[in-house]
C-alpha cells in the first residue's frame, strides 16, 4: 500500500518533467560551471546534482515573485551560492581583503584558463573564483555576475582584476592527469571484479551488506537493503541482457573506481562508472554514474575511449 508521501511524488512528476524541459538546454554549461568551480569532476557531479535538486525545490517559494526567473542565471545562481556556501562550512579558502592599489588592468590568454583553475582554487577566495570563472570562461559580463552575487559592477571588476594578477603569479600547472603511479586494487575490488566479469550476479549479491545502498546518482534514486538491490539493479535476469560488459579498475581523479567497458569488434567503449563504499570487505555504499551523461563524457576523454551510447536499462 502506497503512503501518501508516494502519491505526492507521483503528483510531483509532471512538474519536474517541466522543470526538467526548462533546464535542458543549459544542463553542459551548468555542469562545465561546477567543474571549474570545484576542480574535480567528482565534485563536480555533487554540486551539478545538488543544484538542480535545489533549484526545483526552491521555485514554490519564488513563483510569487514579479521579477522574470530566467533559467541559466537562475541555476547558475543556485550553483554558485550553494558552492559559497560549502566553502564556508568547510574554510576550504583563505580569506582576502581587495586593496585599492589591485585595481590595475591586466589581459589573460583564454586558452591558459583552464590550466590554472586548480591552482586559482587554492589561492583565491571563493567569490574571485566565481567572478573569474563566470567572465573568462562563461563570458558573463560584470553586469550580469554582479546581479548574480548581488553586488556592484565595480566590486566585480576589482574580484575580477585581483584573479587576474593571482593567475600571472602562480608557476605550477597541474599535475599529470595519470601522475604516473599504479594503484593495486584491494582483494575486495579484485573479488568484485572477478564475479562480475564471469556473470555470478548471485556471488556479488553475496558481497552486499543487509543495510548496503545501490544509487543512480543522475536520478537521485536509492535501493536501500540487500533484498531491494538483488530484486532490481543486482537483478540476474536484468543484468544478462547487458552483453559484453567487462569491469576494470582504475584511479580516475584520484579515486578508486570500477570503470565498465563495452566490448565491441571495433575498440572498448566507456559504458558505466561505479564507485563503492566497503565495509569490511562488504559492499556499504555503491554509486552508479551511468546516466550522468556530462560526468561521463569527461571521463571518456580523460580516459581516452569513446563514449558508448546511452540505452534504456531495463
Not at 73 to 93: K, Y
Amino acid at each position: 500500500m502506497k503512503t501518501d508521501l508516494q502519491y505526492i511524488g507521483e503528483h510531483s512528476k509532471n512538474a519536474w518533467d517541466s522543470f526538467w524541459y526548462e533546464v535542458e538546454p543549459f544542463r553542459n554549461a551548468l555542469w562545465n560551471y561546477c567543474l571549474k568551480l570545484t576542480g574535480s569532476a567528482w565534485d563536480a557531479e555533487d554540486l551539478f546534482q545538488d543544484t538542480l535538486l535545489k533549484s526545483f525545490a526552491s521555485l514554490s517559494s519564488l513563483s510569487h515573485r514579479q521579477q522574470p526567473l530566467k533559467a541559466k542565471s537562475f541555476l547558475f545562481r543556485v550553483a554558485t551560492n550553494h558552492w559559497l556556501d560549502q566553502c564556508r562550512r568547510t574554510s576550504r579558502f583563505k580569506s582576502e581583503v581587495l586593496n585599492d592599489q589591485d585595481l590595475t588592468t591586466d589581459i589573460i590568454d583564454s586558452v591558459e584558463i583552464s590550466e590554472a583553475i586548480e591552482s586559482l582554487l587554492h589561492n583565491l577566495t571563493p567569490k574571485q573564483v566565481v567572478v573569474f570563472v563566470l567572465i573568462e570562461s562563461f563570458r558573463f559580463t560584470a553586469g550580469e555576475v554582479a546581479d548574480l552575487l548581488s553586488t556592484t559592477e565595480g566590486a566585480v571588476n576589482g574580484l575580477l582584476v585581483r584573479a587576474r594578477k593571482k593567475k600571472h603569479q602562480i608557476t605550477k600547472t597541474i599535475e599529470n592527469k595519470r601522475n604516473g603511479k599504479r594503484i593495486i586494487p584491494t582483494s575486495s575490488i579484485k573479488k568484485f571484479m572477478e564475479l562480475y566479469n564471469r556473470q555470478d550476479f548471485n556471488g556479488l549479491a553475496d558481497m552486499l551488506l543487509d543495510h548496503a545502498s545501490f544509487s543512480f546518482v543522475e536520478m537521485n534514486s536509492v535501493e536501500y537493503g540487500k533484498e531491494t538491490i538483488t530484486k532490481y539493479s543486482l537483478n540476474p535476469n536484468k543484468l544478462n541482457r547487458q552483453k559484453n560488459i567487462m569491469v576494470h579498475f582504475d584511479l580516475l581523479w584520484g579515486k578508486e573506481t570500477l570503470i565498465f567497458t563495452q566490448e565491441t569488434e571495433q575498440s572498448s567503449l566507456l559504458f558505466d562508472i561505479n564507485t563503492i563504499e566497503w565495509e569490511e570487505g562488504k559492499i556499504a555504499r555503491w554509486k552508479c554514474y551511468y546516466f550522468c551523461r556530462e560526468f561521463m563524457s569527461q571521463a571518456a576523454e580523460y580516459l581516452g575511449l569513446p563514449l558508448a551510447p546511452l540505452e534504456k536499462l531495463q
